[in-house]
């Protein structure tokens, strides 16, 4: 064991000593690819602490629900100790290395992670879509080989060719959900904000690929509070390290969930194509409400709910002009 690693390992038993004399209930301590961890519990709250090791050192980080009485708690215990400890969400996207995973251009790629993206969340037609994928040293390489890319980069013509090639590859393990305009409106009636949803797609993927490999690392890309995809996690995902950040799709799994979510919310495209006769515009400008009122004009005013997501203010706009 290197010096570097030695101080974390004893890092992480003080803060282990330390929180255990206060009579909360702790997990034992884990060691992973590059950090020590272990959790607190408290009735039903829980974060983590967790000791990195790396070429730039020692970095401990404390991960959880900020807003909760526990995270407060240990924070300001802790802020002010010879350890560094640093919230959530001074992130993994600041400019100052939170972490020895963390250097000015982000978190270096893990070895084995899951990387999960979103698609059609400014689009007001069709489904949102959530899909991750798992990358490992088996089918890294692989996955780079092939072309996969944040799917913003590529045309809809390779994104089908490169979602083909993920697909049928049965080395590769990957959960796609795809949450269809009359389910998206139905369930922004009941939470009124899309994050919430965008949270709980990503916590289910999230569990569905638990369900096939025991990963200890994931990336998502970052849409808003850290909270969102954090409290939507189940049993086996309140396990993982979950790293949000922006820009996520620099990362192989991330890209590749990208080209898996956008390649499903090209399909329903197709599919309305051939069903109505013409072609419904992506994104949220006038040209959608045209399509919109032609969709109205044709099969009834009743139909937009299976067609658009409801809250965007261009169906405000169309009821004014009617």
């Keep these: 064991m290197n010096p570097i690693e030695s101080t974390a390992e004893r890092t992480i038993k003080k803060y282990h000593r330390d929180i255990f004399a206060m009579r909360y209930n ?5 060691k992973l690819n590059f950090h020590y961890e272990f959790s607190i519990i408290k009735e039903k709250e829980k974060v983590k602490i967790q000791v990195y090791f ?13 807003s909760s009485s526990l995270y407060k708690k240990l924070y300001n215990k802790f802020n002010s100790d010879l350890f560094e400890l640093v919230p ?20 270096d790629e893990p070895s084995c992670y899951i990387g999960t993206d979103e698609s059609g969340k400014g689009d007001y037609f069709g489904p949102l879509v959530i899909a991750g994928v798992i990358a490992d040293e088996s089918n890294l390489q692989f996955l780079k080989s092939i072309g996969v890319k944040d799917s913003k980069e590529l ?13 049928s590859n049965h080395e590769i393990k990957f959960s796609v959900i795809s949450i269809y305009p009359k389910k998206y409106n139905e369930l922004y009636g009941r939470v009124g904000n899309v994050n ?8 289910k993927v999230i569990e569905n690929l638990l369900e096939k490999q025991k990963v200890e690392e994931a990336i998502s890309d970052k849409f808003g509070d850290e909270k969102y995809i954090f409290t939507s996690l189940q049993e ?11 820009k996520a799709e620099r990362y192989t799994a991330v890209a590749a969930a990208s080209i898996l979510a956008r390649e499903r919310f090209n399909s ?22 045209l399509a919109a009122e032609k969709i109205m004009s044709k099969l009834g005013d009743h139909s937009l709910n299976d067609f658009v997501k409801y809250h965007f203010k261009n169906t405000l706009r169309l009821k004014t002009n009617r």
């Design 26 to 30: 702790l997990t034992e301590i884990h």
């Design 155 to 167: 045309s809809d013509s390779a994104i089908k060719k490169i979602s083909s090639e993920i697909k």
């Design 236 to 246: 086996k995902g309140k396990n993982i390290t979950l790293h949000q950040v922006t």
């Design 196 to 203: 919430r949803i965008l949270g709980w797609g990503h916590a």
């Design 54 to 66: 790396g070429k730039k050192g020692v970095k401990t980080v404390l991960q959880g629900d900020q």
């Design 88 to 107: 959530q969400n001074a992130g993994l996207d600041s400019k100052q290395p939170v972490s020895p995973l963390v250097s000015q251009g982000g978190l």
């Design 268 to 289: 329903w495209f197709k599919h309305e194509k051939e069903k109505l006769g013409f072609e419904l515009p992506k994104g949220a400008s006038e040209t959608s409400e």
